[in-house]
T-cell receptor, first 114, second 113 residues
Framework: NAGVTQTPKFRVLKTGQSMTLLCAQD?????MYWYRQDPGMGLRLIHYSVGEGTTAKGEVPDGYNVSRLKKQNFLLGLESAAPSQTSVYFC?????????????FGQGTRLTVV | AQTVTQSQPEMSVQEAETVTLSCTYD???????LFWYKQPPSRQMILVIR??????QNATENRFSVNFQKAAKSFSLKISDSQLGDAAMYFCACMEYGNKLVFGAGTILRVKS
């Protein structure tokens, strides 16, 4: 059982380049999230999805796009990378049971934009 | 909109002592969940404890317990008998039912031997 898997784990981009981060979960979770983690700022929500085919903006969505074409995958795209997007990115998924929930996280992607 | 505030950027505790990490939150919903996650240097996010808002009883997991004050929108984490392995970043988080999961800025916990 792989849980939540993020691809890639590390990436260096040049300013203006584009890339896609892939998050895959094998737990049949409805909810998926993308966060960025910067020193002193905790985990800030970029975009999230409450089901296949749906996405919504979080706290810091500018410069990012997402898609959830399949329930198990949540893609985060950077169309034109900027140095301000240098960060560690986390994907998470969660479910809602009967009065019960928990979020599971990927291992993170360290992205450097030069 | 949900917000989560952790007012202590850093805390220190002596090994075997007790420490309390503070968290306040804001939500307009009556049905929500609260969490504490631990992030060691490995960057892995580990669930420490969770609390359903409709439950009045404070959650407990071994040496970890919470003080959930719903009216005050306060959700503090108490770590008893602190161990060196407890040193990490701790995040408080809130999820409204059927909605997004929002985190605080985190508290770095240092454990002194």
């Amino acid at each position: 059982n792989a849980g939540v898997t993020q691809t890639p784990k590390f990436r260096v981009l040049k300013t203006g380049q584009s890339m896609t981060l892939l998050c895959a979960q094998d737990m049949n979770h409805e909810y998926m999230y993308w966060y960025r983690q910067d020193p002193g700022m905790g985990l800030r929500l970029i975009h999230y999805s409450v089901g296949e085919g749906t996405t919504a903006k979080g706290e810091v969505p500018d410069g990012y796009n997402v898609s959830r074409l399949k329930k198990q995958n949540f893609l985060l795209g950077l169309e034109s990378a900027a140095p301000s997007q240098t960060s560690v990115y986390f994907c998470a998924s969660s479910y809602l049971g009967s009065g019960f929930t928990e979020a599971f996280f990927g291992q993170g992607t360290r992205l450097t934009v030069v | 909109a949900q917000t989560v505030t952790q007012s202590q950027p850093e805390m220190s505790v002596q090994e075997a002592e007790t420490v309390t990490l503070s968290c306040t939150y804001d939500t307009s919903e009556s049905d929500y969940y609260l969490f504490w996650y631990k992030q060691p240097p490995s960057r892995q996010m580990i669930l420490v404890i969770r609390q359903e808002a409709y439950k009045q009883q404070n959650a407990t997991e071994n040496r970890f317990s919470v003080n959930f004050q719903k009216a005050a929108k306060s959700f503090s984490l108490k770590i008893s008998d602190s161990q060196l392995g407890d040193a990490a970043m701790y995040f408080c988080a809130c999820m409204e039912y059927g909605n997004k999961l929002v985190f605080g800025a985190g508290t770095i916990l240092r454990v002194k031997s």
